[in-house]
């Protein structure tokens, strides 16, 4: 079975501060992760993805991820956050085996001035 | 942008009419996803294709059904809609020419109300 958990349906930084989502997984087998942003009334978009060649990966709009097998976890991160950011964020993970990718809940966030 | 076109973008149905929602693609891409979003719920696989009349059922397929009969083209029909079935509906393709690494690409949803 694969599954991710989102931590947190909301979060709230101000202008130029750090940014951190929480994703955990559950996968029986390695696993391949990946982080999607939703605009307002747009589809998903994809800002990066694990694929196991280098546990840090750097993605689109100067976020990027890390892959911790031993926290199963795969938060993403941006340094300083822009008003642009603000957007739904979900963790999304797939493995050999399946067809499909599952989705987290989703992480909304949100960047005040 | 890949190229991925749902139709309609808007519908308003009542309770217990039938309804086809389209996803049609010009990338060539083998599978063919479609999934619906809601608050408090992210996106939950309805079904998918992996061919041309090859699909399979996902989380929460009760009450629809899909067809495809071109590689282009995927259909998601709700054969009686209910309330519960107001929702927001992506279709999302995928050549996944690199196995399970290989990321979706989405349309830009369908907004669905039963009313």
């Known amino acids: 079975a694969q599954s991710v958990t989102q931590l947190g349906s909301h979060v709230s930084v101000s202008e130029g501060a750090l940014v951190l989502l929480r994703c955990n997984y559950s996968?029986?087998?390695?696993?391949?992760l990946f982080w999607y942003v939703q605009y307002p009334n747009q589809g998903l978009q994809l800002l990066l993805k694990?694929?196991?060649?280098?546990?840090l990966v750097k993605g689109i709009n100067g976020f990027e991820a890390e892959f911790k097998k031993s926290e199963t976890s795969f938060h993403l991160t941006k340094p300083s956050a822009h008003m642009s950011d603000a957007a739904e964020y979900f963790c999304?993970?797939?493995?050999?085996?399946?067809?499909?990718?599952?989705f987290g809940k989703g992480t909304m966030l949100l960047v005040s001035p | 942008d890949a190229g991925i076109t749902q139709s309609p973008r808007h519908k308003v149905t009542e309770t217990g009419t039938p309804v086809t929602l389209r996803c049609h693609q010009t990338?060539?891409?083998?599978?063919m996803y479609w999934y619906r979003q809601d608050p408090g719920h992210g996106l939950r696989l309805i079904h998918y294709?992996?061919?041309?009349?090859?699909?399979d059922k996902g989380e929460v397929s009760d009450g629809y059904s899909v067809s495809r009969s071109k590689t282009e083209d995927f259909l998601l029909t709700l054969e009686s809609a209910t309330s519960s079935q107001t929702s927001v509906y992506f279709c999302?393709?995928?050549?996944?020419?690199?196995?399970?690494?290989?990321?979706?690409?989405f349309g830009q949803g369908t907004r669905l109300t039963v009313v």
């Open positions: 999302a393709i995928s050549d996944r020419t690199g196995g399970a690494n290989t990321e979706a690409f």
């Open positions: 996968s029986s087998v390695p696993p391949y």
């Open positions: 694990y694929t196991s060649a280098a546990t």
């Open positions: 999304a993970v797939s493995q050999q085996g399946y067809s499909t990718l599952t």
């Open positions: 990338e060539n891409h083998r599978y």
């Open positions: 294709s992996y061919g041309v009349k090859d699909t």
